[in-house]
């Protein structure tokens, strides 16, 4: 199991503990003698395990332009969890969201140049394709039907990077 | 028309009532449910009686957000008022007065206190109203709790003043018990809205946070740059480590690996039991090889690619055995290979 949750998070994915396709995996890591143990496998490779809020991840020290790709890596991500909060004020791991939900409300509720900046398109189905194809692929939602999503603890991984930028950050 | 006419006809119209009681409105409804005060038309709709409303939503403890909080003032003064005239006419008329008027308090709270707990659950549970509406909702509702537990302790002293009166000492001595749970259940009530309010507040606080830097992202602020550059996250350990496929290089390993195997191939082969893999690569004679290897990681892709190229994309969790068995025997170097993997080493 080890080789296999290594391969899986050596990929840049979160497995987040109420995700079905990461189950055994995320039960794995919850034990925490299995944690420690593969975490000093890993420590001694240079990679950190992370577990934390009901997700795992592989980290490492960055180096400066590493840290470049990565913050670049996640901005598109947090400009589609700002517009996903705009249309789903309430949102939060765990909960269910359907695509329709998404599609009735967008109108009001989007922002134009969040959607400018992630989609070339101003079509509403294609938009909303790529929107949920985006955050599937991120390991934010998970698929439970065609029309609903389960929203995975991993969205906590990027809400609390902005959590953490320091209050005066962003009004200086 | 007799109580028992009226259930009858409430039967029969059940799903109309039905209908309406959901919808709020309806564009047309029997005479007979108009004549009799059910129903009231304004303008093209016909709406139902608030009387009716009141009675359901009471009984299936529900409320919406137009739902007032009685405080039974009026009530608590002609009982009062009732109470002095009682003192000295003890009228049989007047005595029969103040047990119905007790009972309609000692009910009707008992009825609120159901409601103002629909009314949070329905605060707790919505997940469609903008938050700035609910927290100024649950402030209205928090203020119209706190003003109940203070009119509660006036009628709790209403109610005492009648234990005086032998003919109602038993009925007040029962409703008492059940006056102060209801005010226990108060007080757990303005505890739970001062913590809705409290989160709802941090919610807001927190999107408008979300919006903000998303804003800043979309000016290309450099703060943002800066700021994830100069790691001042004031949070754990999160800007020291992070995930990201650009540590692991993960798709120039795969190129590389590539070389010796068909895509697809290589993905079918992730599903294969480990204890196979182990098998088929001869393990005794890997280690051989491994033995004295600069680069256990390369060492391991050379060997397995040379027995099956398909398995080359074990090669990780062959590495990750091999780590896991022989740690002893190894060296981790600072070094990291072009597979962007740490180079271990045999120990000499």
């Known amino acids: 199991m080890e080789s296999v949750i290594f391969e899986i998070l050596s990929k840049g994915i979160i497995i987040s503990t109420n995700s079905s396709k990461f189950q055994k995996e995320a039960m794995w890591l919850m034990d925490e003698e299995n944690f420690v143990s593969l975490n000093s496998i890993l420590n001694k490779l240079g990679f950190y395990l992370v577990g934390e809020n009901g997700y795992f991840y592989l980290s490492k020290d960055l180096k400066t332009d590493e840290m470049e790709k990565y913050f670049n890596s996640h901005k598109l991500l947090i400009l589609a969890i700002a517009q996903l909060k705009k249309i789903f004020v309430h949102l939060d791991r765990g909960h269910k969201i359907k695509k329709s939900e998404f599609i009735k409300r967008f109108e009001t509720k989007k922002d134009e140049k969040i959607i400018k900046a992630l989609f070339n398109t101003d079509d509403l189905m294609e938009i909303t394709e790529k929107f949920f194809n985006l955050l599937e692929k991120n390991y934010v939602l998970e698929s439970i039907s065609k029309d609903e999503y389960r929203v995975l603890n991993s969205i906590n991984y990027y809400l609390d990077i902005v959590e953490a930028i320091s209050e005066g950050e962003n009004n200086e | ?348």
């Open chain 2, 1 to 348: 028309m007799r109580h028992i006419e009226l259930l009858n006809l409430i039967c029969r119209y059940k799903k109309i009532l039905d209908e309406a009681y959901k919808q709020k409105k309806l564009i047309s409804v029997p005479n007979e449910l108009v004549e009799i005060g059910l129903f009231s038309k304004i303008g093209n709709f016909y709406y139902l009686n608030e009387v009716y409303l009141n009675f359901v939503d009471t009984l299936l403890a529900r409320a919406d957000f137009s739902y007032v909080v009685e405080d039974f003032e009026k009530e608590i003064n002609k009982l009062k008022e009732l109470k002095i005239e009682y003192e000295t006419s003890k009228s049989s008329i007047v005595r029969d007065l103040i047990f119905t008027l007790l009972n309609k308090v000692y009910q009707g709270m008992k009825n609120r206190d159901k409601r103002v707990l629909a009314l949070i659950e329905k605060l707790e549970n919505d997940e469609i109203n903008e938050l700035d509406f609910l927290i100024k909702e649950a402030k209205n509702v928090l203020k119209s709790v706190e003003e109940i537990m203070r009119k509660n302790e006036i009628i709790v002293k209403v109610f005492e003043e009648f234990l005086k009166f032998k003919e109602f000492r038993d009925f007040i001595k029962d409703i008492l018990v059940d006056v102060v749970e209801l005010s226990i259940n108060i007080d757990a009530y303005l505890k739970r809205l001062r913590e809705f309010i409290s989160q709802t507040e941090k919610k807001r606080r927190f999107n408008q946070k979300l919006f903000g830097i998303a804003n800043m992202i979309l000016n290309e602020d450099n703060k943002i740059d800066k700021f994830l550059e100069t790691k001042r996250f004031a949070y754990k350990q999160k800007i020291e480590v992070i995930p990201d496929s650009a540590y692991m290089d993960y798709e120039k390993a795969k190129v590389i690996i590539g070389k010796f195997t068909k895509e697809k191939k290589v993905k079918k082969s992730k599903v294969k039991n480990f204890e196979e893999v182990i098998e088929i690569i001869d393990l005794k004679k890997l280690i051989k090889n491994v033995k004295g290897s600069e680069d256990i990681f390369k060492t391991i892709v050379d060997y397995v690619g040379e027995i099956d190229k398909e398995l080359v994309s074990e090669c990780v969790r062959v590495f990750v055995y091999i780590l896991n068995h022989f740690d002893k025997e190894l060296i981790y170097t600072n070094e990291y290979n072009e597979f962007n993997i740490r180079v271990v080493k045999w120990r000499a």
